[in-house]
């Protein structure tokens, strides 16, 4: 702090600067089979576990879901990934719409630019119901269908909404009860 250098704005004072906060490397993706991990595109922290989607090599260039827990300091196997089943990877650099993951009920739904139209796979599924037997899935809505791959996803009250912006064509906002899915 003396020298000012590594300095942040503080989230809850206008024109005050603060410390950095400390990171802390906890665990390497690599070193738990996932094959040249290279980039993790999205992340989200449900209690004590941290799920997301990391670029790897094992599935061709493109994002695999994983499972950490932080107090055991293992990582959950996720059953049902393909290279059929996985977005592809997005760019590490230049402009990017980057992915969303959120906790709908006992599904994980993550909302990713690598998602085609090809074989109906729109959005990702990660089913939490089981902790110990996680399983992922790609899918799109039903009965009616999502037109395009969506840009995000939220969760509210317990629906999941989403935003497709059709090429060309003016964004539309869908939402899905959960019990659709």
Known sequence: MAAL?????DPTTKGLWQCRPAAVSITNLASHGFVNASFISCLVVIGTRVYGMVSTTRNAGHDEPFCYDVPSNTFIPITGVTNANTPTSPNTFGDWNPPTMVLVGSKIIV???GFNRIGKRYFGV?????PFALTWTATNTA??????????????????????????QQPAAYFLILFNL
Do not use: S
Request: aromatic share 12%; with cysteine; proline share 18%.
């Open 143 to 168: 009965p009616t269908a999502l037109v395009f791959p969506p840009q995000w996803v939220a969760n509210f009250n317990g629906r999941c909404y989403f935003l497709v912006n059709p090429p060309n």
């Open 111 to 113: 909302a990713h630019p």
């Open 126 to 130: 990660i089913d939490v119901l089981n």
């Open 5 to 9: 250098q590594n300095l942040i704005p």
